[in-house]
């Protein structure tokens, strides 16, 4: 990894650390190196909230790969919790990216138990859209093609 992507990792990790993040090296290292990509077409705009944030830390700041799961998560989650719940010098965007990863059952993931393949499988299933951050309990009502906006607005209700 070249040294600008180290600086910007560490930086991305800062944004929704809450102390669990040293037990998750493996994860989060593969998330920031998996590309994102989106079924709807809803979902473009959490690509470019997470490709803003490398303008955040260095303007000019560029990868080689579009925006990374990791970067869209953390932007979905900074931007949810600044929108919708934070007051102003409030935000704690931390408890919703470990609450989706947790949605996505890859909080089982950490170091000591990373097993690459049944993370990729994991990891897959949200891309293809066929795992969600949130299903609601209501038998036969999937969100998984919802955008990912809307899940984690009703994974809120639900939880809040």
């Given at each position: 990894?070249?040294?600008?992507?180290?600086?910007?990792?560490r930086?991305?990790?800062?944004?929704i650390?809450?102390g669990?993040?040293?037990h998750?090296?493996?994860l989060?290292?593969?998330?920031?190196?998996?590309?994102y990509t989106w079924?709807n077409?809803m979902?473009?705009?959490?690509?470019?909230d997470?490709?803003?944030?490398?303008n955040?830390f260095?303007?000019?700041y560029?990868?080689?790969?579009?925006c990374s799961?990791?970067e869209?998560?953390?932007?979905?989650?900074?931007?949810?919790e600044?929108?919708?719940m934070g007051e102003?010098?409030?935000?704690d965007?931390?408890?919703?990216?470990w609450?989706?990863?947790?949605q996505?059952?890859?909080?089982?993931?950490a170091?000591?138990?990373y097993d690459?393949?049944?993370?990729?499988?994991l990891i897959?299933?949200?891309?293809n859209?066929?795992?969600?951050i949130?299903?609601p309990?209501?038998?036969?009502?999937k969100?998984?093609?919802?955008d990912?906006?809307?899940?984690?607005?009703?994974?809120a209700?639900?939880?809040?």
């Amino acid at each position: 990894m070249k040294s600008d992507d180290c600086k910007y990792f560490r930086w991305l990790v800062a944004q929704i650390d809450n102390g669990d993040a040293a037990h998750y090296g493996h994860l989060l290292n593969d998330l920031f190196d998996i590309e994102y990509t989106w079924n709807n077409e809803m979902d473009r705009n959490r690509a470019a909230d997470g490709l803003y944030l490398r303008n955040e830390f260095k303007p000019g700041y560029r990868r080689e790969i579009g925006c990374s799961i990791l970067e869209m998560l953390v932007a979905l989650s900074v931007r949810f919790e600044h929108d919708v719940m934070g007051e102003p010098g409030d935000e704690d965007a931390a408890r919703w990216f470990w609450l989706i990863l947790r949605q996505l059952d890859l909080d089982i993931y950490a170091d000591e138990n990373y097993d690459f393949v049944a993370v990729d499988a994991l990891i897959r299933a949200f891309l293809n859209g066929e795992k969600s951050i949130f299903e609601p309990k209501i038998s036969g009502h999937k969100l998984s093609h919802s955008d990912l906006w809307y899940q984690l607005g009703a994974l809120a209700n639900e939880h809040f």
